[in-house]
């Protein structure tokens, strides 16, 4: 375990104990998969602490497995602490009946467009969101294209299954 990943992991857990569910080493990157309901505290926490410093929102992205049952659907963000040059991945989970999740605009005004990319693609309903709204695809679609819930190929081929396409 890295030094930067016992040292967050530490400060987390003694700020927000039981919400914080995991953390690992993911290649370079600390991982923390916390509870949805502390997200906002969690993510407002590492950005204004003055010791923690994450204040620039690198990535935020929607993740659909849906044979994780109970947490069929994510949201990863992936935050920056520029003078320190730290980079460090949270995770949240939730059912397929639970998709809202709170806005982080109120944190990063540019989670604006990211949040409306998930939303389009994965049907994620940020509360609070100021314009939450299709931002790529067409405002008649009434389906979520990243969802892994479409074949990825006609079903009359026989040459080709899903489970060479990690399904």
């Not at 659909?64 to 949201?75: I, K, M, Q, R, S």
Request: glycine share 6%.
């Amino acid at each position: 375990m890295s030094e930067l990943l016992e040292t967050l992991s530490g400060k987390l857990h003694e700020k927000f104990g039981s919400n914080l569910i995991k953390a690992s080493m993911d290649y370079d990157f600390p991982v923390f998969l916390i509870e949805k309901n502390s997200l906002i505290e969690i993510l407002t926490y590492l950005k204004t602490d003055p010791e923690m410093g994450f204040n620039f929102l690198t990535t935020l992205c929607g993740v659909h497995t849906p044979n994780n049952t109970g947490a069929e659907f994510g949201v990863m963000y992936q935050l920056q602490n520029m003078e320190k040059n730290w980079r460090i991945r949270l995770k949240i989970t939730m059912p397929e009946d639970d998709l809202k999740v709170p806005t982080l605009t109120v944190l990063w005004p540019a989670a604006n467009w990211m949040e409306r990319q998930e939303y389009d693609f994965f049907g994620f309903n940020f509360t609070g969101h100021p314009d939450l709204r299709r931002i790529l695809n067409m405002d008649e679609m009434n389906y979520f294209p990243m969802r892994k819930q479409y074949p990825l190929e006609d079903a009359g081929r026989e040459d080709k299954d899903d489970k060479f396409f990690g399904r």
